[in-house]
């Protein structure tokens, strides 16, 4: 539950009238009263109810008779205004149960103990099924203002408690809210209803933030961060300092009627000219070129980065707050990126992918941005390099454990807020794996083998996993899996020993599809530079090496490492 306690005002009658009236945009119905100090107050009811208007006089009479008694004596703010709201999802309290909630906010404020004859005079109105308003004049019947200092932390405290005891949804506060506050800021009910009246289903301010934070995800420095905004169609205004020195920026939308400028720092606390400047820089610089026999090779950045997207999960595990936030911060700008990258059929799924994350993770941690030099790095040069079906496939599979590591750190904590949006971001990327890496596995598994290797990778496959064997022959990817072994090979790698490295990477226990798994695994490790003719003889000469023969087009001499000094293959 959320309480939100509104600056004390002096117009008892006006506030009333709001809370009874239709609301700005009619959003105000079946308004009545759910409790009070005596349970005898006059209920107004709703706006267009016969003698409304009469009762919202009487109302307003009652609960201010102790401050006409005080007279000069009255707080000058004597209206004290606090409205609750269930969190989306909880199930619809009843009125007593939230008149029941009111006096216990009341009794924790100070407002009106519990047992106490002299409390202040006030009245609970349900506007909706999820939240209800709170109203009270701040004068005791012994004519003296309440103690009701440090009100709102007071209500905080007593609404877990609430929570608790009703089976409601855990808001995490204090320390634990500072760990899952949301970076982006609320739309106002004017953007909304703007909005609302152009047709749009995003405010100005969102569909500024999404624009805002795709371009970042692309840009390798802070030139190309704004050429991309304006490549985008936004307008955008640098400030600039007396000593020449860039101070911030803001940006608007051309099509919103006349302009309304939003700075960085006003659509989301993580994209302030600071915070850009920081993630900038923090980036790894593209990898160089590498020696290859059939010429110079540079790295797959698309297996890079999900190279270092399995390694989010250990992270999140082991770190401290800033290297968590570090690492959820730059995979939230790669879910950001990525429907740039896909078919036009996956760029909704993914944006919503990225929209989910955004709430699942963002925090007021101190963030040290170079924990993500890796991935960052490695989202930039994607930009230069796109990818293919098995390039996304293998990236969106490596970001579902990354989100599962996330909410499973969530719900330890308790941020049933955080454990929802994650759960909500995985049925979107669930969604878009499946239909990415269909395609992919159907394009892979075209491609069968010679019967005899075949039997070759059966046998080999019984060997090292005998325990998922029988699932993954099973499996509708099986075929993909032998052709990516073959490819493995025809690079120059032992398929024992690649598909023993790809099942060390990490359990395979809670695998949809093992053999989905090590397909992606092994097509990053055949990637991989292959040993030489000159090791492999060195290899062949060694009592460790144990040639295979290659059913195909040819023979190969595979190998075998020796065993390392953990008497695992290296």
């Known amino acids: 539950m959320i309480a939100n306690i509104v600056k004390p005002g002096s117009n008892t009658y006006g506030v009333l009238a709001y809370l009874f009236d239709k609301g700005r945009a009619n959003e105000h119905t079946d308004q009545h009263v759910v409790g009070s100090w005596d349970d005898f107050v006059p209920d107004p009811g709703p706006w267009d109810s016969p003698g409304h208007k009469q009762r919202l006089g009487q109302l307003t009479q009652a609960l201010d008779l102790r401050v006409r008694q005080a007279g000069d004596k009255a707080p000058e703010g004597h209206v004290w205004h606090c409205s609750v709201r269930a969190a989306p999802g909880d199930r619809i309290l009843t009125d007593a149960e939230w008149a029941t909630i009111a006096r216990r906010v009341l009794h924790a404020t100070g ?17 909706a099924d999820d939240h209800i308003h709170i109203v009270a004049t701040k004068v005791r019947g012994d004519l003296r203002p309440p103690r009701n200092w440090n009100d709102y932390h007071r209500a905080m405290n007593e609404l877990t408690s609430i929570e608790q005891d009703f089976g409601l949804t855990r808001i995490p506060r204090g320390p634990e809210a500072a760990a899952g506050a949301p970076a982006a800021k609320r739309p106002t009910r004017a953007e909304q209803e703007k909005a609302k009246r152009l047709g749009r289903d995003k405010t100005a301010r969102e569909r500024l933030r999404h624009t805002v934070r795709t371009a970042l995800s692309h840009a390798r420095d802070l030139d190309e961060f704004f050429n991309l905004l304006a490549d985008a169609g936004l307008q955008v205004e640098t400030r600039v300092l007396p000593s020449g020195d860039l101070g911030g920026y803001k940006v608007s939308l051309p099509d919103d009627g006349p302009p309304i400028w939003y700075s960085g720092s006003s659509l989301a606390t993580d994209l302030s000219l600071p915070q850009v400047r920081q993630r900038l820089a923090a980036a790894e610089a593209p990898a160089l070129a590498v020696a290859h026999p059939a010429g110079p090779r540079r790295p797959n950045p698309w297996h890079q980065a999900t190279a270092a997207a399995e390694r989010i999960p250990r992270h999140l595990e082991h770190g401290d707050d800033a290297t968590v936030q570090a690492h959820l911060t730059v995979f939230g700008e790669v879910l950001y990126a990525l429907p740039a990258h896909a078919p036009v059929g996956l760029k909704a799924e993914l944006h919503r992918a990225a929209l989910g994350f955004e709430h699942a993770t963002h925090t007021r941690a101190r963030t040290d941005h170079q924990h993500g030099r890796a991935l960052r790095g490695a989202l930039k040069g994607m930009r230069y390099q796109p990818g293919d079906h098995s390039g996304l496939a293998m990236l969106l599979d490596a970001a579902l454990l990354v989100v599962l590591a996330t909410q499973r750190r969530s719900a330890l904590r308790h941020h049933d807020r955080q454990v ?14 499946d239909r990415i890496a269909a395609a992919a596995l159907a394009r892979l598994g075209a491609h069968r083998p010679t019967d005899g290797l075949v039997h070759r990778y059966t046998h080999t496959l019984r060997e090292v996993l005998p325990s998922h064997a029988d699932q993954i022959l099973t499996e509708a990817a099986w075929p993909a899996l032998l052709a990516t072994l073959a490819a493995a090979q025809d690079a120059g790698h032992d398929p024992t020993t690649v598909l023993q490295q790809a099942t060390q990477q990490r359990t395979l226990e809670d695998a949809k599809s093992v053999s989905e798994v090590l397909v992606w695994r092994i097509q990053r490790l055949g990637k991989r530079h292959a040993p030489g003719p000159g090791a492999r003889a060195a290899q062949a000469a060694s009592p460790h090496h144990r040639p295979t023969p290659h059913a195909g087009t040819g023979t190969h001499t595979a190998y075998t490492p020796p065993p390392s000094r953990s008497g695992r293959s290296r």
């Open 420 to 433: 929802a949006a994650a759960r909500q971001t995985l049925i979107h990327l669930q969604a878009a794996y």
């Open 111 to 127: 407002i009106a103990p519990e047992g106490d004859p002299d409390g202040c005079r006030w009245v609970a109105v349900r506007h």
